[in-house]
C-alpha cells in the first residue's frame, strides 16, 4: 500500500468527538495532500455512504469509506481517537478510524489493496498494534505492511475470487476431525461499495470456519467484480450464508439448500452464530425454494436481518424499490428534456406541433432541426413512465417483474394517470409477481415460471388493475376538478391561483397537472384579462418544481446523492423551459418531502402571479415566452419566490431526516435477526 497513505495521512491524536467532524479532519489531510479536489463534494459522497448503513465495527473500528468523482487517486487517512466517536457499531465507540477514497473509477488492483487493509483489521494483533504505535511514519508503514506484526496463518480473500478454508482434518483443538467428511458451506459477501465490508465478512466467515471445524468457501461480490463460485462446490454444499447488503448476483445457483440471508455486517460481527444457525437448518432439512433465491433481497439495513429488504422497516423497503425505479428513469428525463429545450430555443414552442420528420425534413432548415430534436426529446419522454414502472418491480421482485412492470407504466399513460399512475403500477406489478412466486409449483414447472407464467398472469393482473380500478377514478377526478376550477373563477382569482399552483406541481405531469393546463388553455380559446392571468400563474407554477430542486441541490450538496446532485444540474435547465417533469426523480425518490414542498412553493407562485396581473398568451412557459408576458418583472418575481419557498422546505424537511438511516442501521449484533428461508 505503498501510495495509498502516508505519514502526513496520520493522525495519532485525533480530537473530533463525532463521525462527521473526524471524517472532515481525515479528508482536509486528503485534500493537503492533493488527493481530494473538493472537501465538501467528498464529504457529501461519505456522508450518502454512511446514510445507507453505519460503518462502524465491532472492536472499536470505524471505517467511513466511499467512491466519488472527487477523489484523484486511492487514499487511505487513520485516525486515532482517545475518547472514542460513535459510528454505529453495537459494541461502542471506535478509536480506530479509517477513511477510505476510491476514486469513481478505481482500478481492480488499488481496489484489492483496499479490501487486503479490511480484512487485516479482522486481526486483533494487526488492531492492537496500531493501538500502541507512536509514531506516524511507523504506523503509515504498518498499515502498508511493510512491518507487518506476527501474526498466525491467514487466509487470502483476493478481490473477485474465492476463499476456502478448513479441509476437516482437524478441529479447533487440533485433534483429528471425527467426520470423514466436513461440514461444507458455500457463502456470498457483497455491501453497497464494495471495498471493505465486503471482505471482512469474507475474513470473519473464514476464521469462524477453521475454528468450527467447516469448510467454508466464499464467493465475494465486491468492487472489482466476482468470479463465481464452481458449481461442483455450489452442489457439494451442505448449506448456503447469504451476508450481503445488495442484490446477490445469480442467486438461483443456490437453490433447493439451506438458506441463511443476513446483512453484511452480520457476518462481519456474528459469523459463528451465522454457521452455526446453517448447519441447524441443514439438519432440519429446510431448503430455499424458488421464491426466496429468485427474490430481490438486500437493504443494506446495517447488522442486517433476513432477506435485506424484505424485513427491513416498510418506509425503507419503499423508498428501495422507488430508489430502483427511478435510478433507470434519470437518464430518460436528462437525455429527453434537454434536447426538448434546446429544440424549443431554436424554433420556438410551436415547434411542438410541427409534422413528423420521417415525413418532413429539410436539411437547410433550422425548424426541420428543432423538429428533430423535439420529437427525439420526446420519444425519450415517452419511456419515463413505464420505466419507472418497470424497474420499481424489478426492485421489488427481480426480472419475473419487469414485463408487468412496464405493461402497467404503458397503461397508466393510456389512462392519463401520470407518473403518479407509474409508481402505482410498479408496485402492483411487484406486489402481485411476489404473491406468484409464494405460490408452490411442480418441480416441472420451476423452468418456466419466470420468462413465462409469471409475466403472463402478472401482466393480466396488473392491466385488469389499471384499466378498470384505477383509470375510471382518474377520470372522474378530472372531471370533478374541471367543474370545481371553473366554480373559483371571478373574485376567488387569487385561491384560484393557490389551487392550480397546488395541481401544476403535486404530480409533476400527471393528471391533476394535465387538468390544470387544459382549465388554462381552454380559456385562450375566448381569451380575457381573467384567462390570460389564468394562463400566467399556471406557466409560472410549473416551472417551480425542477428550479427548487436544482437550487436545493447546489446549496446543500451533501442532502443529495451523487445522481441526485448531476440530475439537479439538468433541472436548471429543464425548469427554465416549462418542463415540470425535470423533478419527478426528486419526487419519486422521496415523494412525502419534496412534493409537499413543491407544492407550497407552486402555490405561492400561483398566488403571486394572479394578484401581480400577470398575463400569458402563449400556451407554454419557461424564460422562452417572457417577451409575451405581460407585467414580466413581476411574473418572474413571483416563480422566484415560489422557488425559494420549496427550496427552504424542502432543505429543511430532508435536514430533519439526515440521522434516521442511521438510526434505523443501529439494530447492531444485539437487535439481529437471522431469517433463514425455509
Known amino acids: ?82 475518547a472514542g466517536i460513535d459510528f454505529g457499531a453495537a459494541d461502542g465507540p471506535a478509536d480506530l478510524i479509517f477513511l477510505i477514497a476510491a476514486p469513481a473509477g478505481a482500478d481492480d488492483d488499488h481496489l484489492t489493496i483496499l479490501s487486503g487493509l479490511a480484512r487485516r483489521l479482522m486481526d486483533p494483533e494487526f488492531t492492537a498494534a496500531l493501538r500502541a504505535g507512536t509514531d506516524p511514519r511507523a504506523v503509515a508503514a504498518l498499515i502498508r505492511g511493510e512491518e507487518p506484526p506476527e501474526e498466525p496463518e491467514q487466509v487470502q480473500v483476493e478481490t473477485g475470487k474465492q476463499e ?18 466436513p461440514f461444507r458451506i458455500v457463502a456470498v459477501t457483497s455491501c453497497p461499495t464494495g471495498i471493505a465490508h465486503t471482505y471482512m465478512a469474507a475474513e470473519s466467515l473464514a476464521a469462524a470456519g477453521r475454528a468450527a471445524g467447516v469448510e467454508v468457501t466464499v464467493e465475494t461480490q465486491g468492487s472489482g467484480g466476482f468470479k463465481k463460485l464452481d458449481p461442483a462446490v455450489v452442489a457439494a454444499a451442505d448449506a448456503v450464508i447469504w451476508a450481503h447488503d445488495v442484490e446477490v448476483r445469480e442467486k438461483a445457483r443456490f437453490r433447493g439448500k439451506p438458506l441463511v440471508d443476513v446483512g453484511v455486517k452480520a457476518g462481519i460481527n456474528r459469523p459463528a452464530e451465522l454457521i452455526a444457525e446453517a448447519r441447524r437448518k441443514a439438519e432440519r432439512g429446510e431448503i430455499a425454494t424458488a421464491t426466496d433465491t429468485d427474490k430481490a433481497s438486500g437493504s443494506g439495513d446495517g447488522d442486517g436481518s433476513g432477506s435485506g429488504a424484505d424485513h427491513a422497516h416498510f418506509g425503507i423497503r419503499l423508498r428501495t424499490y422507488l430508489m430502483s425505479g427511478v435510478s433507470y428513469m434519470v437518464p430518460f428525463v436528462a437525455a429527453g428534456g434537454l434536447l426538448i429545450a434546446l429544440s424549443f430555443a ?63 407504466g404503458a397503461i397508466a399513460l393510456t389512462v392519463n394517470a401520470g407518473f403518479l399512475g407509474g409508481l402505482v403500477a410498479g408496485l402492483l406489478a411487484g406486489a402481485v409477481v411476489m404473491a406468484v412466486q409464494r405460490v408452490p409449483v411442480h418441480a416441472t414447472l420451476r423452468g418456466i415460471m419466470p420468462v413465462l407464467v409469471i409475466p403472463l398472469i402478472a401482466s393480466a393482473v396488473v392491466g385488469f388493475l389499471m384499466f378498470i380500478v384505477v383509470g375510471k377514478p382518474i377520470a372522474s377526478l378530472q372531471n370533478a376538478l374541471t367543474d370545481w376550477l371553473n366554480g373559483l373563477s371571478g373574485s376567488n382569482a387569487v385561491i384560484l391561483g393557490v389551487v392550480l399552483g397546488l395541481m401544476m406541481c403535486f404530480d409533476m405531469g400527471g393528471p391533476l397537472n394535465k387538468v390544470a393546463y387544459a382549465f388554462a388553455v381552454g380559456g385562450l380559446a375566448d381569451p380575457t384579462p381573467g384567462s390570460l392571468k389564468v394562463m400566467a400563474a399556471v406557466m409560472a407554477a410549473g416551472m417551480v418544481p425542477p428550479l427548487a430542486m436544482a437550487l436545493a441541490t447546489t446549496v446543500r450538496r451533501r442532502l443529495f446523492t451523487k445522481t441526485e446532485r448531476e440530475n439537479g444540474r439538468a433541472a436548471w435547465v429543464l425548469g427554465a423551459s416549462f418542463i415540470t417533469e425535470g423533478a419527478i426523480p426528486f419526487a419519486a425518490a422521496d415523494p412525502l418531502r419534496v412534493i409537499p414542498s413543491v407544492m407550497a412553493g407552486g402555490a405561492v407562485t400561483g398566488a403571486l402571479s394572479i394578484a401581480f396581473g400577470a398575463t400569458l398568451r402563449a400556451p407554454h412557459g419557461g424564460v422562452f415566452v417572457v417577451p409575451l408576458i405581460g407585467e414580466p418583472f413581476l411574473y418572474l418575481l413571483a416563480i422566484a419566490a415560489g422557488t425559494l419557498v420549496a427550496t427552504a422546505l424542502v432543505v429543511l424537511l430532508k435536514g430533519a431526516r439526515r440521522t434516521a438511516p442511521e438510526a434505523a442501521g443501529d439494530a447492531g449484533a444485539d437487535g439481529s435477526r437471522v431469517t433463514v428461508a425455509a
Not at 479447533?172 to 471425527?178: D, I, L, M, S, V
Not at 420556438?348 to 437547410?364: P, Q, R, T
Open 1 to 82: 500500500m505503498s501510495e495509498l497513505i502516508t505519514a502526513e495521512l496520520v493522525d495519532l491524536d485525533l480530537s473530533a468527538t463525532t463521525k462527521d467532524a473526524a471524517a472532515r479532519s481525515l479528508a482536509e489531510r486528503m485534500v493537503a495532500a492533493h488527493r481530494v479536489t473538493d472537501l465538501d463534494g467528498f464529504l457529501a459522497d461519505v456522508a450518502a455512504r454512511e446514510a445507507q448503513m453505519p460503518t462502524g465495527l465491532d472492536g472499536g473500528i470505524g471505517i467511513p469509506h466511499c467512491r466519488s468523482e472527487h477523489v484523484n487517486a486511492p487514499t487511505l487517512a487513520f485516525g486515532r481517537s482517545g
Open 164 to 181: 476456502q478454508v478448513g479441509t476437516g482434518e482437524e478441529t479447533a483443538g487440533g485433534t483429528e476431525a471425527t467426520e470423514s467428511v
Open 346 to 408: 431554436i424554433g420556438g414552442y410551436e415547434i411542438a406541433s410541427a409534422k413528423s420528420v420521417a415525413d418532413h425534413f429539410v436539411w437547410g432548415e433550422a425548424d426541420s432541426w428543432a423538429a428533430l430534436l423535439n420529437q427525439i426529446g420526446s420519444a425519450a419522454f415517452g419511456f419515463l413512465v413505464p420505466v419507472l414502472a418497470g424497474y420499481i418491480a424489478y426492485g421489488m421482485a427481480d426480472r419475473p417483474a419487469l414485463v408487468p412492470g412496464f405493461v402497467g
